[in-house]
């Protein structure tokens, strides 16, 4: 045996050793020279996918179709796949990039593609070691899945039965071709009255909406009633026998109510009718029974003239007080019981000798003439 075929077979093992310790994936798992991403100052991207499809590694990853980075690694994470990237260090893309495994043609080759969010504002940037969640991923349509749906549309879907439907639909509305004209102006009157009452529709539906947000609000209350609500009719039901009785003599005494203001209708009547003078009499005497308080606080002066009084001045006053029983009977006890019981023990008595009618049965104390030997 020669050198060579030696060397050969020595090599031949080395590489089969290697390969075998490093599990060979064919030329792909091997980088490839000139690829995005190698350059000095690259960082490392992953990301979580759902579905990698054909992407494998060397895969090339772009931005607003231009090339920025390879696939490095495939690898099972879970239910999912991730994937590592290398992207060259001069990409600056926002933390919450979407990605997604696109195609560049029908039959073009696949390959992940980073695309800045538009409608929310960018995040910090992704730096080496950043991971893309798997609620940021996604992907376009792929050439097996456009051409079964297109099977499926022309094979088992509804444009081979295209003629059957317009033959039924001919057989259908043959000989009453005005009540389908009918039909067609009554919708499009109808149509057009809801789109009268589209501004109504969608105030309805946002007072709706309202309503429903308000019950979820209040949801915590509503499962406490719902769980409150079965024991509270277990306690009406075994209550039942009660509340008709206590029903049932309520229905009594409000007929009794009722027979009651019927019998004293009249007498009530009467009575308000009777006070009614009273009453009239009493607003009558308002302004001066007004008037008269502001004598009780400075009796027996009135109130009046307290304030031009001044400092050293003085006031006279001369009293003559009735204490006899005549005058406290027809004070204090006039349309009483008692009334004319003090006068007629006063009689009794003989203190009203020499006065002529009684002072209980007329005149006025301060003008007739008093006399020291009568009364107390």
Known sequence: MTRKPLRLMIIGSIAATVAAGCGWHGLNSLPMPGTQGSAPGAYTVRAQLPDVTTIQENSRVRV????????TKIERQGWHALITMTINGDVTLP???????GQTSLFGSTHVELDPPTDTPAA????NGSIIPLS???????????????SLLLNGGGIGHIQDISKALR?????????????????????GH??????????????????VGQFSEQKPLLDNALRTIPDALTVLKDQRSALA????RFGKFSALTANVVNQTKDSLIRELKDIAPVLESLANAGPALTRSLSLLSTFPWPKETLTKWFRGDYANMSLVIDLTLSRLDSSFFTGTRWEGDLTELELQWGRTIGQTPSP???????????????GP
């Open 64 to 71: 607003a179709d231009v090339n920025v980075g390879t696939v």
């Open 124 to 127: 910090e940037r992704l730096h």
């Open 171 to 191: 057989t259908a509305f043959a000989g009453r071709e005005q009540d389908l004209r009918s039909l067609i102006s009554q919708l499009d009157e109808f149509i």
């Open 360 to 374: 209980y049965t007329a005149g006025n104390p301060l003008i007739i003439p008093y006399r020291t030997d009568q």
């Open 136 to 150: 940021a991923a996604g992907s376009y349509p792929t050439t097996e899945q456009t051409l079964a749906a297109m």
């Open 245 to 248: 009785d206590a029903l049932d």
């Open 95 to 101: 933390s919450n990039v979407t990605v997604k495994v």
């Open 194 to 211: 809801v789109d009268d009452q589209t501004g109504d529709i969608i105030a309805a539906t946002e007072s709706l909406n309202a309503l």
